[in-house]
């Protein structure tokens, strides 16, 4: 799976954390998921159990941080690395 395929499919599951509060975004690389959307703690954990599945990945709990998150490339780059072991 290349970069732009797990961006997309990474999008797919934020916006559906927004669609749940029944609000639209547009998410790029450089968005902040927690300055800028405003995701709370709950979101976040939904976040990462369903990047967890749909990537086949494990993500460590001492790995969540607002700079894995802020912004989102950071997030898909620690999801290709994951991917790669």
Known sequence: MNRSEILKKLAEIIKGIFK????QVEI?????????????????VTIMVKAE????????EEDIS???L????N????????MEM
């Open 20 to 23: 749940e509060r029944g609000e």
């Open 75 to 82: 997030l898909v780059d620690y999801i290709e690395k994951r």
């Open 28 to 44: 790029t690389e450089q968005a902040d998921l927690i300055e800028e959307l405003k995701l709370d703690s709950m979101e976040v």
């Open 66 to 68: 607002d700079t894995l």
């Open 53 to 60: 599945f749909e990537f086949d990945i494990e993500i460590s």
């Open 70 to 73: 802020s912004p989102v490339s």
